[in-house]
């Protein structure tokens, strides 16, 4: 998929699915990114990667020629933003996006003048959107995180910021925002569900994709029958250690029987 379809499908508010990388390793992150998920997000904030590993990985996801690559940079830095976007990131998750003027900037950041503040360089990002800054304007999206009460609260004027494409839940933070002693606390279901209907909500009202992380796939399906257009699911070292665990639990259990005989 290209960078100008897939910008359409989330702005079209089109159901799109992706899928989570924290680890320094191009050729996992490339296998991934031939299972058929409309995007991989790399994450800068709390994955275990550089700028070389962002870099790297986004050149594994465009050789599987079917994802694409965005990133989640690690906070709402015109610097961060733009070194992640001249990587070739078809756009960025803007973490801890709490009011409308910090999402204006994180919008500006993302586009070249007049619209924004984003400089021009002989970069990657070259390769996908030619010599026309206006043409990455138009192909280059910019989602703003939501994770907090203040967020929660200002999600209507978030959301009508121009040139945002959408929100995203982080659901690990916005829980523990909540009251919740834990992600996803189970004793602030009620206030969690609450904001996730209003996010979706408002992102509905203003005609911008709304997006949540989920632990799985099952997860995912459930929120984007709940009016949200976009998933990204787990992330490759949680799933690495699932699949190493469920793998040795089978071998112990194998073990056990033989020693019953």
């Given amino acids: ?51 070389s590993g962002i870099l790297n990985g986004i050149l594994a996801i465009d050789a599987g020629r079917s994802a694409v690559g965005m990133v989640r940079v690690g906070e709402n830095s015109e610097r961060l933003i733009e070194r992640a976007l001249d990587a070739g990131a078809v756009g960025v998750i ?34 996908r959107i030619g010599p026309r800054p206006a043409d990455a304007n138009d192909s280059t999206l910019v989602i703003a995180m939501i994770e907090t009460l203040e967020a929660v609260r200002n999600i209507e004027s978030i959301c009508a910021v121009d040139g945002l494409d959408g929100v995203y839940v982080g659901p690990s933070d916005l829980s523990i925002a909540l009251g919740g002693a834990f992600p996803y606390d189970p004793s602030v279901d009620d206030e969690y569900e609450h904001a996730l209907r209003s996010v979706a909500d408002a992102a509905r009202a203003a005609g911008v994709a709304a997006g949540i992380h989920a632990p799985d796939g099952l997860t995912a399906a459930h929120r984007m029958s709940r009016g949200y257009t976009f ?20 071998a112990q259990a194998r073990q056990s029987v033989d020693q019953l005989r």
């Fill in 94 to 127: 803007v973490p801890m996006i709490n009011t409308p003027e910090q999402a204006t900037h994180a919008v500006a950041a993302t586009r070249y003048a007049p619209q924004g503040v984003r400089s021009y360089g002989p970069a990657r990002s070259a390769l």
């Fill in 231 to 250: 998933a990204c699911i787990a992330n490759d070292l949680t799933h690495l250690e699932i699949s190493a665990a469920t793998h040795l639990h089978a």
């Fill in 1 to 51: 998929m290209d960078a100008i379809t897939f910008a359409r499908r989330i702005r079209n508010r089109e159901d799109s699915i992706g899928y989570w990388v924290t680890l320094d390793a191009p050729p996992a992150t490339e296998r991934i990114a031939r299972l058929g998920y409309d995007f991989v997000c790399l994450d800068e904030q709390h994955g275990m990667m550089g700028y």
